[in-house]
């Protein structure tokens, strides 16, 4: 079963009050429509992601990512990016607008469990506010346990989905719309609160932010005939970190920082020294389930600042080619990195290149 994400970016959003479209607007760290990509991506349930949009949109490396220009109106978008893909033998689609950049990976999920048994399946929220509806000039009452507001993403089968929409010229605000107007039937799976759409400039301050910080220290004894590794890449040296992974101080210190941020104990509880399973491990194969955790919980990473204590290698040497590695490792820009060397008088252990420390403070911002 392979799956094809499609982002809508084409909208010209007029209540958002500016030049830049609001998909394209800065949004927490990046522009508003990467959010939705970046979760597609590390949901790992995509083949392809066709973003739509009538902006050029440049620095897209990931092959995976087209872009395609869109339509005047949302459906003919929709329309442009099924009829791209009608070849490539996906057998599910998901719809999304890029207007909401708040959804879940979680959500992407259970949308995706659920498409193994429907053609259709549509998240929708509830309401508290009494309801009423107006009909020839006339008010009336509406019961709110009724009503169903349906988000985006929503997903469905290819081929279900093309066959309806190829017919349709009028405009519609969602795809689900198709199918009930077709009298198709739709698996409807609850939404998410946070997965609102940002219409207005005052919808950016919606979500609520909270900060988090985590400190992390690490040290490991050096010696002879083993291979130096710091933050993910190998440095040249006399000796490498003993451990029962690769002693990579840096990224343990992180890990510890990142996991105290979280509230999650530390790293000796997650990769104890006594399971053969761990004996040598690579340090950014234990961060990487610590990098998931992240994504599906709502961290993201703000700033590393980390204290690299050694008499040698020069921190100086090799801080730009560790700041690069931890950036790949860690998918943050170079700029929330920062790395410090410090050296301890040729004090103890340290100072004799005996051993190497590392300490990091981690700050996290959590999405509520
Ligand atoms: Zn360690």
Same mark, same amino acid.
């Given at each position: 079963?392979?799956?094809?994400?499609?982002?809508?970016?084409?909208?010209?959003?007029?209540?958002?009050?500016?030049?830049?479209?609001?998909?394209?607007?800065?949004?927490?760290?990046?522009?508003?429509?990467?959010?939705?990509?970046?979760?597609?991506?590390?949901?790992?349930?995509?083949?392809?992601?066709?973003?739509?949009?009538?902006?050029?949109?440049?620095?897209?490396?990931?092959?995976?990512?087209?872009?395609?220009?869109?339509?005047?109106?949302?459906?003919?978008?929709?329309?442009?990016?099924?009829?791209?893909?009608?070849?490539?033998?996906?057998?599910?689609?998901?719809? /999304?607008?890029?207007?909401?950049?708040?959804?879940?990976?979680?959500?992407?999920?259970?949308?995706?469990?659920?498409?193994?048994?429907?053609?259709?399946?549509?998240?929708?929220?509830?309401?508290?506010?009494?309801?009423?509806?107006?009909?020839?000039?006339?008010?009336?009452?509406?019961?709110?346990?009724?009503?169903?507001?349906?988000?985006?993403?929503?997903?469905?089968?290819?081929?279900?989905?093309?066959?309806?929409?190829?017919?349709?010229?009028?405009?519609?605000?969602?795809?689900?719309?198709?199918?009930?107007?077709?009298?198709?039937?739709?698996?409807?799976?609850?939404?998410?609160?946070?997965?609102?759409?940002?219409?207005?400039?005052?919808?950016?301050?919606?979500?609520?932010?909270?900060?988090?910080?985590?400190?992390?220290?690490?040290? /490991?004894?050096?010696?002879?005939?083993?291979?130096?590794?710091?933050?993910?890449?190998?440095?040249?040296? /006399?000796?490498?970190?003993?451990?029962?992974?690769?002693?990579?101080?840096?990224?343990?210190?992180?890990?510890?920082?990142?996991?105290?941020?979280?509230?999650?104990?530390?790293?000796?509880?997650?990769?104890?020294?006594?399971?053969?399973?761990?004996?040598?491990?690579?340090?950014?194969?234990?961060?990487?389930?610590?990098?998931?955790?992240?994504?599906?919980?709502?961290?993201?990473?703000?700033?590393?600042?980390?204290?690299?204590?050694?008499?040698?290698?020069?921190?100086?040497?090799?801080?730009?080619?560790?700041?690069?590695?931890?950036?790949?490792?860690?998918?943050?820009?170079?700029?929330?990195?920062?790395?410090?060397?410090?050296?301890?008088?040729?004090?103890?252990?340290?100072?004799?290149?005996?051993?190497?420390?590392?300490?990091?403070?981690?700050?996290?911002? /959590?999405?509520?």
């Amino acid at each position: 079963m392979t799956n094809c994400f499609i982002l809508l970016a084409a909208g010209k959003g007029k209540r958002f009050k500016s030049n830049n479209p609001k998909q394209f607007t800065n949004y927490i760290n990046k522009p508003l429509f990467m959010h939705s990509v970046d979760k597609a991506i590390k949901s790992r349930l995509f083949k392809s992601i066709i973003i739509v949009s009538n902006i050029p949109i440049k620095n897209i490396r990931d092959k995976s990512i087209k872009v395609i220009k869109g339509g005047r109106e949302r459906y003919q978008s929709s329309q442009k990016a099924l009829n791209f893909i009608k070849n490539k033998k996906f057998s599910n689609v998901f719809i /999304h607008d890029a207007a909401r950049p708040n959804f879940s990976i979680k959500l992407l999920k259970r949308l995706n469990t659920n498409l193994k048994k429907n053609k259709a399946v549509v998240p929708y929220v509830t309401t508290d506010n009494s309801t009423k509806y107006k009909i020839e000039n006339k008010i009336k009452n509406l019961k709110r346990e009724n009503l169903l507001f349906t988000q985006t993403p929503q997903c469905f089968n290819f081929k279900a989905l093309f066959n309806l929409s190829k017919l349709n010229n009028t405009k519609i605000s969602d795809e689900a719309t198709l199918f009930l107007d077709n009298k198709k039937k739709i698996k409807f799976i609850k939404g998410e609160e946070n997965n609102f759409k940002i219409t207005t400039k005052s919808d950016l301050e919606k979500i609520n932010i909270q900060n988090f910080y985590g400190i992390g220290f690490d040290i /490991h004894r050096l010696i002879k005939n083993k291979i130096l590794y710091l933050g993910g890449m190998k440095v040249p040296f /006399h000796s490498g970190l003993k451990g029962h992974s690769d002693g990579d101080v840096i990224i343990h210190a992180i890990i510890d920082g990142l996991l105290g941020a979280m509230r999650k104990k530390d790293i000796g509880t997650l990769f104890p020294s006594n399971k053969k399973i761990f004996k040598n491990i690579r340090s950014p194969n234990m961060l990487s389930p610590i990098l998931k955790k992240m994504d599906e919980e709502g961290y993201f990473i703000n700033n590393l600042d980390i204290n690299l204590i050694c008499e040698r290698p020069k921190v100086s040497k090799y801080r730009k080619k560790i700041v690069n590695s931890l950036s790949n490792l860690l998918n943050v820009n170079k700029d929330q990195i920062n790395l410090k060397g410090k050296t301890v008088e040729k004090l103890g252990l340290i100072g004799k290149e005996e051993a190497i420390a590392c300490e990091v403070i981690v700050s996290l911002k /959590h999405y509520v």
